[in-house]
């Protein structure tokens, strides 16, 4: 075990391979839409914005933590998420699913799998068990597919350390195409709709 914590730059900070073959998918894609789920990041829209044809942005990590400090009924939290079927061609989920319950899982996946054109692609990010902490973050797309990660105190949002098995089971309704693991504990998925 590692033992290490999003507070320390050197253990966060990593180089995805996961974006990498993403947006090489999206390279054979005309007029490509990505769906970006994660929190609003000039860098990123910047970064994305040059690569893709159209980026949407709904950033379900504020949803989530106020609609959780709202209290509002359940499956109210996927009302954000109203995007027609097979409008996208990629969605990046980033660690998502690490902030929500089984049943939500579910939940997202049947969301994404609707949003998502035949052929697309979902990238994840979760958390390892050698990572220490829950707090939320924000991954943060630089030069060469390196990845800053940014704790993000203010979100106040459990933590779900999930098996690979336990996620390929949640998010069964896809294909996995590729997964990696990092030095930092981090673990990426590549999913396909087929």
């Given amino acids: 075990m590692l033992g290490n914590s999003w507070s320390d730059p050197h ?4 180089t995805s391979n996961a974006l990498r073959l993403f947006l090489e ?11 970006d789920v994660g929190s609003v990041c000039g860098d990123n829209i910047t970064f994305f914005a040059q690569r893709v044809k159209r980026l949407y942005i709904c950033d379900m990590f504020f949803h989530l933590n106020r609609d959780q400090c709202d209290t509002l009924p359940p499956n109210q939290f996927w009302k954000h ?3 027609p079927p097979q409008s996208f061609h990629g969605i990046l989920l980033w660690n998502l699913v690490d902030h ?3 049943g939500e899982v579910s939940r997202m996946a049947e969301r994404c799998y609707d949003m998502l054109k035949p052929g697309g692609m979902i990238l994840g990010s979760l958390t390892g068990k050698s ?8 991954f943060v797309v630089k030069d060469d597919y390196r990845l800053n990660i940014n704790p ?6 459990p933590l779900h350390v999930r098996s690979n098995r336990e996620v390929l089971e949640l ?4 294909t996995p195409v590729k997964s990696f693991l990092y030095q930092n504990g981090l ?8």
């Avoid at 998010?171 to 896809?174: A, D, I, N, P, V």
């Fill in 11 to 14: 253990l966060s900070d990593y």
């Fill in 171 to 174: 998010l069964s309704l896809f």
């Fill in 152 to 157: 993000k105190p203010d979100m106040d949002c």
């Fill in 81 to 83: 998420l109203d995007y």
């Fill in 187 to 194: 673990r990426e998925y590549l999913f396909r709709h087929d």
């Fill in 100 to 102: 929500l319950e089984d």
């Fill in 25 to 35: 998918g999206l390279e054979q894609v005309r007029e490509s839409q990505v769906l």
């Fill in 131 to 138: 990572v220490v902490g829950t707090i939320a973050c924000s």
